[in-house]
Each structure stands twice: as C-alpha cells, then as structure tokens.
C-alpha cells in the first residue's frame, strides 16, 4: 500500500506546495484512492512532482463538508470526470466559522453538489474488502474547544456544528486496518470508541489531524485536555500520523507522551504504511 500526502500546511518534500489543506493518495491492490483534496488546486501540482498520476484514480473521499478539505475538487474533475465522489450527505450544508467579531462561510463549493459523480452517504458504506467508510460519531468525550466556533446555518439561524458530517475511512490489507481521518472533529478519542463498536479492535494506523490548533493561544484547560489525550492514545499499540490542523505546541505536547508512536507528515511525505 502507498500513502503520499499531496498537501498540508507545512512544508515538506522540496518543492512542494503547502497550504491550509489537506489531501492524501492511496494506491492499495484494488484501487487509486484520494482522501480529500486540499483548500485549492495545489494538490495537484504537487501530485505531478509526486508522480502521482490522478488521472489514475477511481474514487475520491470527502472527510467531511469544509473548504480546505474540498477545494480542489472542481479542479480534479477537470483531469478526472469519472472518479466516484464519495461524501456524506450533510457535508452540503453551509457551514460556517463564527464569532462575535467574524463570520465566515467555510463550507464546500455549491457547484461541488451538482456533479454527476457525487455519490451522498447516510452513515456507514463498505465499499469491498479493502475500503469501509463510518460515521455517526456522537460521543464527546475531551471533545475539540476550537468547534465552538463552528457553526451550520439553518433557514433560522446558525447552531453548533454536531459534525455529522465527518466520514472516516478504514482501509484493510493483510488483516491490518488503517484509519484515516480528516480533522477529527469529533475528537480522536471518540472516533477511536466507535472504530472499536465496529471492529472490537484498535486500528494498527492512524492518519488524522487532531483539531487542536488555536490562532487565539492556548487556556490552562486546552493544555490539560490536550495532555489528557496524548496520555489515553499512548496506551495504545496504534502508530499515529498527524498534522494539518493539529497545531506545533498541541503535536509538541502530544510527543512528550507518544513519543516514536507519533510522527508529523509534512506536504508531499510519504506515509510508511508498513511500519
């Protein structure tokens, strides 16, 4: 299995782009995966660096309904018109970052709705033996502050974004399982409960942001909550891969506790599924 980030908000393999993005592409036996497709098109330069032929891809995987997750969509279809776009259904809804001094629309490009290649999920899809999507994450459990913040506006109104939306994505090779997630929303400690519902298991990989950064600093309880996680997730025989919206001082926090469980991917790394 090949695992290549195309785009992250750091700088990485030379002559990379980075943006505030994310976007992943997966080769298995089966398949020519893309899981989410960065804020712009720069995936896709960075793709060709890679040697990653898109062209090539047969399904694209939406983590969940934000801009610098599906922006570069309208742009793949342009190369590729035939891939399978593969999103829950309430990743249309709108979206928003909202405090009392902004508000700002960070929800996906309408014309993303109208493609023909648009596939909408309700909750749990398998797609064959290598590929299962799940939903439907509702605990709360040191749940992410910085998703205050974050709102879906209702013909009444904006209310607090509950993240339904977020899909997450196991790959299954050899009787290994990979968990990719997009931000993790949700909370990883969370997400990782309803992996165990399905599988009564951890998974051998994780590869997810954590959605612990914070513009505005960091309070006492952030900390505490983000040492709290780095100490349950070092319990566990799982390798995990971060970065995106994590956050230096949060992935910093979080190495004192996991230490070589824990690695950064920086824009155009390659994932060592293998390890």
Same mark, same amino acid.
């Given at each position: 299995?090949?695992i290549v980030n195309l785009i992250e908000n750091t700088?990485?393999?030379?002559?990379?782009?980075?943006?505030?993005?994310?976007?992943?592409?997966?080769?298995?036996?089966?398949?020519?995966?893309?899981?989410?497709?960065?804020?712009? /098109?720069?995936?896709?330069?960075?793709?060709?660096?890679?040697? &990653?032929?898109?062209?090539?891809?047969?399904?694209?995987?939406?983590?969940?309904?934000?801009? /610098?997750?599906?922006?570069?969509?309208?742009?793949?279809?342009?190369?590729?018109?035939?891939?399978?776009?593969?999103?829950?259904?309430?990743?249309?809804?709108?979206?928003?970052?909202?405090?009392?001094?902004?508000?700002?629309? !960070?929800?996906?490009?309408? %014309?993303?709705?109208?493609?023909?290649?648009?596939?909408?999920?309700?909750?749990?899809?398998?797609?064959?033996?290598?590929?299962?999507?799940?939903?439907? &994450?509702?605990?709360?459990?040191?749940?992410?502050?910085?998703?205050?913040?974050?709102?879906?506006?209702?013909?009444?109104?904006?209310?607090?974004?509950?993240?339904?939306?977020?899909?997450?994505?196991?790959?299954?090779?050899?009787?290994? %399982?990979?968990?990719?997630?997009?931000?993790?929303?949700?909370? !990883?400690?969370?997400?990782?409960?309803?992996?165990?519902?399905?599988?009564?298991?951890?998974?051998?990989? &994780?590869?997810?942001?954590?959605?612990?950064?914070?513009?505005?600093?960091?309070?006492?309880?952030?900390?505490?909550?983000?040492?709290? !996680?780095?100490?349950?997730l070092a319990k566990l025989n799982t390798r995990f891969?971060?970065?995106?919206?994590?956050?230096? &001082?949060?992935?910093?926090i979080l190495k004192e506790y996991m230490g070589e469980?824990?690695?950064?991917?920086?824009?155009? /790394?390659?994932?060592?599924?293998? /390890?």
């Amino acid at each position: 299995m090949r695992i290549v980030n195309l785009i992250e908000n750091t700088p990485g393999n030379s002559g990379c782009l980075c943006e505030h993005g994310l976007s992943f592409y997966v080769e298995t036996k089966k398949h020519k995966l893309l899981v989410d497709t960065g804020a712009t /098109d720069a995936f896709i330069t960075n793709a060709d660096k890679l040697g &990653v032929d898109l062209k090539q891809v047969d399904i694209v995987i939406l983590s969940h309904g934000h801009y /610098d997750h599906a922006g570069g969509i309208l742009g793949f279809t342009g190369i590729n018109p035939d891939a399978r776009i593969l999103m829950q259904r309430l990743s249309g809804e709108e979206y928003y970052h909202q405090n009392d001094s902004m508000e700002k629309y !960070i929800g996906i490009d309408s %014309r993303i709705k109208k493609l023909p290649q648009a596939e909408w999920i309700d909750g749990n899809k398998r797609i064959d033996d290598e590929i299962f999507l799940f939903g439907g &994450v509702t605990g709360r459990k040191l749940w992410p502050s910085g998703n205050l913040e974050l709102k879906v506006k209702k013909e009444d109104g904006f209310y607090q974004d509950d993240f339904l939306h977020e899909q997450y994505l196991v790959l299954e090779e050899d009787k290994r %399982r990979i968990l990719i997630s997009g931000c993790a929303h949700n909370g !990883i400690l969370n997400i990782l409960d309803r992996f165990r519902e399905i599988y009564g298991t951890n998974p051998d990989i &994780v590869i997810s942001g954590f959605h612990m950064r914070k513009k505005s600093g960091y309070t006492d309880e952030d900390l505490k909550v983000i040492r709290q !996680i780095g100490m349950e997730l070092a319990k566990l025989n799982t390798r995990f891969y971060t970065g995106h919206c994590t956050g230096e &001082v949060p992935y910093q926090i979080l190495k004192e506790y996991m230490g070589e469980q824990l690695c950064y991917v920086h824009s155009g /790394d390659e994932v060592r599924a293998e /390890d």
